[in-house]
């Protein structure tokens, strides 16, 4: 649901992130089906971003399913759908992506750029645990991002 929102409240600009519980199982195909049913309104979407996990395969597996979902709508820009990858992107990281022949068109570089090793950035995500005094629960596919409320 939240993909649909967010797509309605931005169609022109439909990014979405797809890593939150499991990439190529469900948050790919839940933008893909977003943006399906955006095509049938008029706009395209943009892409997907990607800022946890291995993220040369990610975006290999992502790139695949664009293909597949072009093929079998006969819509062709699926093909060239944009993925963006963040997740403390540095020069060694680059680099290693490189080495793994990635899919990603855009790296948003945030940490390693304004910091520097010898006085490095605190790393910190903030995770909602309750909302009016209802408990929430992170799932992910990485057992260590999995918060359990209460």
Do not use: W
Not at 27 to 41: E, I, K, M, T
Not at 122 to 133: A, D, P, S, T, Y
């Amino acid at each position: 649901m939240a993909f649909a929102h967010y797509a309605a409240s931005f169609p022109s600009k439909f990014l979405a992130l797809v890593d939150t519980y499991d990439t190529i199982a469900s948050g790919v195909p839940n933008f893909l089906c977003v943006s399906l049913a955006l095509y049938r309104f008029g706009y395209k979407a943009i892409g997907i971003r990607l800022d946890s996990g291995d993220l040369a395969y990610l975006s290999k597996a992502t790139r695949r399913l664009f293909i597949t979902t072009a093929q079998k709508t006969n819509l062709e820009f699926f093909t060239s759908l944009t993925i963006v990858a963040s997740n403390d992107i540095s020069e060694e990281t680059l680099v290693s992506l490189n080495q793994q022949g990635h899919e990603i068109n855009c790296f948003g570089i945030g940490t390693n750029l304004v910091t520097c090793k010898t006085q490095p950035a605190m790393g910190c995500v903030f995770k909602l645990v309750e909302i009016e005094n209802s408990p929430r629960i992170k799932l992910s596919e990485d057992v260590i991002k999995v918060h359990l409320p209460g």
